[in-house]
């Protein structure tokens, strides 16, 4: 079977690393969560005290890019890679509501996307790869074989964002949870550099009304097609 390449872009809490993950499983391709990069370099400037609810000192943050070392390391009791700073696993400290209200601001410096972009790019140079993210079938892979652009209601994805942050035990409100989501699908898609859009050739999948299993096979079914295709 061919390797190809699948792009999964859309807004926040759309479910993208989920599916991303059952697609990576099951074709036995790498999954690469983009976004979990940029929540790595933002978890970096909130220790480095570079960011806060009243300032961000975006040069010393670039001064110091070098600095960080992003890697992804398989677990296999969880059954997908786990992102690491500088050799410290962060998977779990990075997806708090605080990292959450940061990111958008460190993902719009284009130093941090040029380091970044490089790094995904190297990481998917093999093929076989799901990653998934904002601009992954626009800047990234652009010739991704097979492009999916995932949409919901803001209300849906707060929902299911709410719910995941209960599970985790974090003390988090409903509201505060849809205005984060709210302020992040607007300063993406405004950004000046590689703002968050539907690539041409994306097919847009609404999962509002999608079961995870719907949801599942019809995109595994995409990806077998678009594999036998380039056979
Ligand atoms: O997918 P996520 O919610 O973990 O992403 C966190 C943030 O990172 C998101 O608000 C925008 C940014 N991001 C990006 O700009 N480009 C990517 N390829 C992935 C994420």
């Excluded at 976004?35 to 975006?58: C, E, H, P, W």
């Excluded at 209960?166 to 703002?195: F, H, I, M, T």
């Amino acid at each position: 079977m061919n390797n190809i390449t699948i792009a999964i872009d859309g807004f926040s809490s759309t479910g993208k690393s989920t599916v991303a993950k059952q697609l990576a499983k099951h074709l036995g391709y790498v999954y690469v969560d983009t976004g979990a990069m940029y929540r790595a370099v933002t978890y970096y400037a909130m220790r480095q005290g570079l960011i806060s609810k009243l300032d961000f000192n975006k040069e010393a943050l670039i001064y110091q890019l070098p600095n960080i070392e992003i890697r992804f390391k398989f677990n296999e009791t969880l059954g997908f890679a786990e992102v690491y700073l500088n050799g410290e696993n962060i998977e779990k400290k990075i997806r708090t509501l605080e990292v959450s209200s940061y990111v958008s601001k460190v993902a719009a410096i284009s130093q941090v996307r040029l380091k970044l972009v490089e790094q995904q790019q190297k990481l998917g140079q093999n093929k076989g790869v799901v990653m998934d993210g904002r601009d992954i079938g626009t800047v990234v892979f652009p010739d991704a074989e097979l492009k999916l652009f995932m949409t919901a209601s803001a209300e849906k994805r707060a929902k299911r964002r709410y719910a995941e942050l209960l599970e985790r035990g974090d003390q988090v409100e409903y509201e505060d949870v849809l205005k984060n989501v709210q302020e992040r699908d607007y300063l993406d898609s405004n950004r000046k550099d590689s703002p968050l859009m539907k690539a041409k050739d994306a097919i847009e999948i609404d999962n509002s009304n999608l079961t995870l299993d719907e949801q599942f096979k019809k995109l595994y079914k995409l990806a077998v097609m678009t594999i036998e295709d380039y056979e």
